[in-house]
């Protein structure tokens, strides 16, 4: 059977890229990973990366199993350095180790007369100790040549077995007393540290002892000289810091915007339409992003993305404008006494617009003037000056729609926001057969002093801003108050697949 003793298996990766500081460790050399199999302890770590533990030695579980059997294991001191501290290692560190533990006896006899009797008894009894640890280790190293940069390599290896018999009794005669009958013992550890210096240290230990006579060994090697490292030596025309500068703004999508979900050049778009955009930021939303400074502090920096979405008729009919001088011109060959200004100017309004031919370029709203001078053939009593003033209104007035459920923003028209602009859809409405240009620009801003600032792409004087325009042309379905609710949801819905 295999079990895991809380806490369990423990491993951890950490990645900290404003302090530069990263690992992975399944278990430490302190706090190892446990396994039992078959009664037998299996301790073990794995750790690699630039803020790692530091291993001193072996486990403490070797270490109690060489002090079982009267063997000691000499304490190491490893300065591996990581960033030129010595709070952390950097680079690679594995360990595992085997521990074994039996302690049990035999009753030989077992005897009591009477209540009142002495307990009688002989036992023999013994424990079984053995175990064996292997660790390996790639750090870096201050003050140390190694493979270059104080790169250096570490091997370790520990095994050790023992075995004791004894007994205790109580007997008519003898008394109560407990010895020991037998003693072995051994044990080996190895370590290795290279290159540039190599060093070695290792040792042998064995014991034997029986009935209060014994044999003893113990050999031990050392050669070349171990890298106890040294403090970072600071150059102070040299910057030392180990946290490196950023610019938050570097790290922003500067592309502001996706696409607009309407594609460019479509036809038969609903007059009731919403129009809907993928962004890469919430829109007119702040946000803050943490920048590391070179001195350790973190700051956090306000940034936003300002979207605006504009809604445009982008043509005028030239039989409109035609049709219009005609008007004008019969009127002004007409005496001013039969020329109806109301009903004139209504009928022009309307001719404008219902009347959809090839589009020319237009502005947001169109001013037509139009003056009368006396007619010929009328007396100085009947002239009169005529003048017709007319607007001819151009753009839509857009509202915010929130975001749909595919987290696409929403425009709506602002006259069909309301009930009585549903009512009225029909004339709210956008004008049937007729091409409009829809746009969405986005600029981004950062929060300075509390002022919302233009962000210029880096090295330049140039803001971070992005514009995105369609062209696309209603369809000539008359309208009812049904199609007028249902309308803007199926167009989106159609425009997302």
């Not at 309407?262 to 036809?267: E, F, L, R």
């Not at 404008?352 to 589009?359: G, H, Y």
Request: glycine share 8%; net charge negative.
């Amino acid at each position: 059977p295999i079990s895991a003793p809380s806490p369990g298996i423990q491993t951890k990766l950490h990645i900290d890229g404003l302090n530069n500081k990263w690992f992975f460790m399944s278990g430490t050399p302190t706090a190892p990973n446990k396994v039992i199999l078959l009664g037998a302890n299996i301790n073990s770590y794995l750790m690699f990366g630039n803020d790692i533990e530091i291993p001193q030695g072996f486990m403490q579980e070797t270490r109690s199993g060489f002090a079982s059997i009267g063997h000691p294991l000499p304490a190491f001191n490893d300065n591996a350095t990581g960033e030129g501290s010595y709070k952390s290692a950097k680079g690679f560190a594995f360990g595992i180790g085997l521990n074994y533990y039996k302690a049990d006896g035999w009753n030989l006899a077992d005897w009591q007369l009477c209540n009142s009797c002495p307990h009688r008894y002989l036992n023999i009894n013994y424990t079984i100790a053995a175990g064996g640890e292997v660790d390996a280790s790639f750090l870096q190293y201050s003050g140390c040549v190694g493979l270059g940069d104080g790169w250096r390599a570490k091997a370790s290896m520990a095994v050790y077995a023992g075995a004791t018999l004894g007994y205790d009794y109580n007997l008519p005669g003898f008394g109560s007393h407990s010895g020991i009958l037998a003693t072995v013992s051994a044990s080996a550890y190895a370590t290795a540290e290279f290159p540039n210096p190599t060093y070695f240290d290792g040792q042998l230990d064995g014991d034997f002892s029986i009935g209060g006579y014994g044999v003893s060994f113990h050999k031990h090697f050392q050669s070349g000289s171990q890298c106890a490292g040294s403090p970072v030596t600071l150059d102070p025309s040299i910057n030392q810091n180990v946290y490196s500068q950023q610019n938050a703004a570097d790290s922003l999508n500067y592309a502001l915007i996706k696409n607009i979900l309407i594609t460019d050049g479509s036809t038969g778009i609903p007059r009731t339409t919403t129009l809907g955009t993928q962004l890469n930021y919430q829109a007119n939303e702040a946000f803050d992003v943490q920048e590391q400074q070179s001195s350790g502090e973190i700051k956090v920096r306000t940034f936003r993305v300002m979207y605006t979405a504009t809604l445009t008729k982008d043509s005028v009919s030239n039989t409109a404008m035609a049709g219009v001088a005609s008007q004008i011109n019969g009127q002004l060959n007409t005496p001013v006494s039969q020329v109806q200004s109301t009903s004139t100017a209504t009928a022009l309004h309307a001719n404008l617009a219902t009347t959809s031919t090839a589009p020319i370029s237009a502005a947001s709203a169109h001013t037509l003037s139009l003056a009368t001078t006396t007619a010929p053939h009328t007396t100085p009593s009947t002239t009169t000056m005529a003048h017709i003033s007319m607007q001819i209104s151009n753009v839509v007035d857009l509202i915010d729609g929130g975001y749909d459920e595919y987290g696409a923003k929403i425009y709506k028209q602002a006259k069909l926001a309301t009930t009585m602009g549903m009512l009225n859809a029909a004339t709210n409405a956008l004008k049937s057969n007729t091409t409009y240009k829809f746009q969405i620009d986005a600029a981004l801003q950062e929060k300075v002093n509390g002022t919302w600032q233009a962000v210029n792409h880096k090295n330049t004087t140039n803001p971070v801003k992005q514009s995105m325009h369609v062209y696309f042309k209603t369809d000539t379905a008359s309208l009812t108050i049904q199609q007028a609710n249902n309308s803007s949801t199926s167009h989106m819905q159609l425009q997302h697949l």
